[in-house]
Nanobody, 126 residues
Framework: QVQMVESGGGSVEAGGPLRLSCVVR????????LGWFRQAPGKEREGIAH???????DYADSVKGRFTISLDNTQPTLYLQMNSLEPEDTAMYYC????????????????????WGQGTQVTVSS
């Protein structure tokens, strides 16, 4: 079974950087759709960054220009580089993955993630 193990969360002051990591184990597919989500208490889960096998990325407006999603194929390890953090970024962060649609569907990412990390807490103080 696919395993996704997150790390890198912690407490930082506003304006600081933080880098989250997510090791992906036993990925059985040739292609992938990867993403980062976050959820703050009392709020809906928010998809904030997405990465497909073709290198395309997509960011939520709330993090665009500040966060960067990337993949190191060696392990592989998914990263979320977070810069200029704000107190509003405080949340539990989750990495997620899914296989793309079949080639006849253009290898598109349905954004219906089925594999999830355990979550890592990010707390940003003012």
């Amino acid at each position: 079974q696919v395993q996704m193990v997150e790390s890198g969360g912690g407490s930082v002051e506003a304006g600081g950087p933080l880098r989250l990591s997510c090791v992906v184990r036993r990925w059985p597919h040739n292609r992938y759709c990867l993403g980062w989500f976050r959820q703050a208490p009392g709020k809906e889960r928010e998809g904030i960054a997405h990465l497909a096998s073709d290198g395309s990325t997509d960011y939520a407006d709330s993090v665009k220009g500040r966060f960067t999603i990337s993949l190191d194929n060696t392990q592989p390890t998914l990263y979320l580089q977070m810069n200029s953090l704000e107190p509003e970024d405080t949340a539990m962060y989750y990495c997620a993955a899914e296989p793309p649609l079949p080639p006849r569907m253009g290898d598109a990412c349905p954004r219906e993630y089925v594999y999830w990390g355990q979550g890592t807490q990010v707390t940003v103080s003012s």
